[in-house]
């Protein structure tokens, strides 16, 4: 689905401008306004599939398995209105991945109850941990597109700037030279400690310079400094361009956590112990085969949900006739 968006979105444009003749710019708020439903309606099913069981599913059931994810992200959500955050998507994106992610953690709890963390490579152990990563992945983008701030700051050299808590001290230029490209580089200190420097650059076959940001990068926040004026003249002012987006290093983590979960999911059977993830017993003392946790159903021969095996053949021995 969002493959489907963002072709939409760029080659919509194309068609227009080739059927007749109007150029239409899509940018930032049709990504907003088609993404945030399909964000709501996957992190709401992450956190409701994972326990319905195969076929057994009951009002009460649910009710016992998802109270408590539940209860989690509301208190989440109040939590985050008694901080001070507003808007109905980033309210919907962190309440609704606290659910995911409570679901995801309960499930794991319930695999690895029985059988320890050996019970985690598998489709079982395994997905849920792709849920996580996903979860983390929705917060990030989330945080980072709603409370996002900018601005453009004008200093003369050696002057500080405060801005959203942070402190811009402008050092001055420095002229870069490649073998590539030439460019004239700002010298920005942050908060008083590393100094940055973004760049505007010079491509022999560019027909106008080329803007290099530089990036400071927490856990808590990102820090993104432009050159967005160059001085007129030697020594004079600048303008440098300033945008934090928090948590964005989370995406990138979530992409991480996502690709542990694949790798533990399609982790060869042969290496894993039998019966790791054919059935389990879930905290609510329901036998579930795979099926219960969106895998497979159960197969043909039994209707309690446990999986059936296939029994040992007879094996004859060397002194039986024939």
């Not at 979530?254 to 999911?265: A, H, I, Q, T, Y």
Request: glycine share 12%; aromatic share 8%; hydrophobic share 45%.
């Amino acid at each position: 689905m969002f493959a489907l968006v963002v072709v939409l979105g760029t080659v919509f444009p194309l068609i227009a401008q080739a059927v007749n003749g109007n150029q239409i710019t899509v940018g930032s708020p049709y990504f907003d306004r088609m993404t945030m439903p399909i964000v709501v309606c996957l992190l709401f099913l992450m956190a409701v599939a994972p326990v319905l069981p195969w076929r057994k599913a009951s009002t009460e059931l649910l009710r016992k398995r998802l109270f408590w994810p539940a209860a989690l992200a509301v208190a989440v959500l109040v939590g985050c209105v008694s901080a001070g955050v507003r808007g109905l998507n980033p309210l919907l994106a962190f309440g609704l991945a606290t659910f995911a992610g409570a679901s995801a953690i309960r499930q794991l709890i319930v695999v690895t109850r029985r059988r320890g963390w050996r019970a985690l490579p598998g489709p079982s152990g395994g997905g849920m941990v792709v849920h996580l990563g996903v979860v983390l992945i929705a917060v990030g983008f989330a945080a980072s597109h709603s409370f996002a701030h900018q601005t453009n700051l004008t200093m003369q050299q050696g002057q500080t700037e405060r801005f959203d808590g942070h402190s811009f001290t402008y050092l001055g230029t420095r002229e870069v030279a490649t073998a590539t490209h030439t460019g004239l580089q700002a010298l920005v200190r942050v908060d008083g400690g590393q100094t940055y420097g973004p760049a505007v650059e010079d491509y022999p076959y560019a027909s106008e310079p080329i803007g290099t940001p530089s990036v400071k990068s927490t856990p808590e926040e990102d820090v993104y400094l432009t050159f967005a004026s160059t001085p007129t003249n030697p020594g004079g002012a600048a303008v440098i361009g300033v945008i934090i987006e928090p948590l964005v290093t989370w995406i990138w983590i979530g992409g991480g956590v996502m690709l542990g979960g694949c790798v533990l999911s399609a982790w060869p059977a042969r290496f894993r112990r039998r019966g790791n993830a054919d059935d389990t017993e879930d905290a609510d003392g329901i036998r579930a085969s795979a099926g219960d946790s969106g895998g497979e159903p159960p197969r043909a021969g039994g209707e309690s949900g446990a999986v059936d095996r296939e029994a040992p053949l007879p094996v004859a021995s060397a002194s039986s006739g024939p």
